[in-house]
């Protein structure tokens, strides 16, 4: 088991120096029978992307895996991903660092560049965060939820993969990580709290919506403008053959 972190959080939060993964732990603890906790991890040995993609993450950077169980339908489980979004935005912006959210779940430095996913152009669209939800659920009802957010926080852009950035490399100077944490958690808390506010709030803060996109989905590649995102989280995409709801995907952003 982790140390007590001290911090003023509405989770316990428990921190290890080094972790395989703190979703794998968070996990564990879901498998234990707990629920509200945060765990955080200065650097993780095995940290994971979607479909099994690495996730690098050395000391220096805020690893953290909220457990949660939320009285929700599965199906409306990909909202958390999006609070968690948002809530992650919110952090970077008041660290000092102009975030905007890429569908579903990348939190991107804003601006010019960032209107495209060619980095070469500018700082913008550069990845500063990306979430990992994973969870297990009943017929009607998530029986755990595990929301992972991984922040480059006082990271070398050198020790990440290309188009990845870091706060300390955007602002110039390190963020404090463990104030930057705790807005981070009481953020997702209150979104967590209240899911009608979820869908407003990260439209306001998408750079997806209004773009051409082409999303490379499980059932294949669509190519449209994305015009909405509705009540589970799908991208709404308006193609040639109509309008589609894509619940799952990697999505990049076109020139127009
Ligand atoms: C994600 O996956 O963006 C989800 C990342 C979630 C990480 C957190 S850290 C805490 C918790 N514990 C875990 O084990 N995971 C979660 P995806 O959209 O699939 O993007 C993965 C891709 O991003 C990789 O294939 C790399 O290209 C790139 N990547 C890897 N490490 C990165 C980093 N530190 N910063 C930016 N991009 C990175």
Redesign the pocket.
Known sequence: AGVEFGLDAPYAVEYHDDLS????RARTLAAGGETDVAVVADA?T??????E?????PSG?V???ILTRPAVAPARAPLFTLAAAVATADACREAGVDATIKWP??VLVAGAGGESDDHRDGRGGR?L????TEMEGEADRVSWLVV???V?AN?DPEA??A??TSLRAERGEAVDRRRFLARLLERYAELAADPEAILPAWRERASTLGRRVRVETPGGTVVGRAVDVDSPGALVVETDAGRRRIHAG?CEHLRD
């Open positions: 993964s703190t979703n794998d993780q095995g940290g994971r992307g979607r479909l993609r690495e996730w690098v993450a950077g690893w953290v895996s779940n990348d990845k965060a990306g979430i990992l992972g957010v991984g480059n990271l990440l993969p188009g990845a990697d």
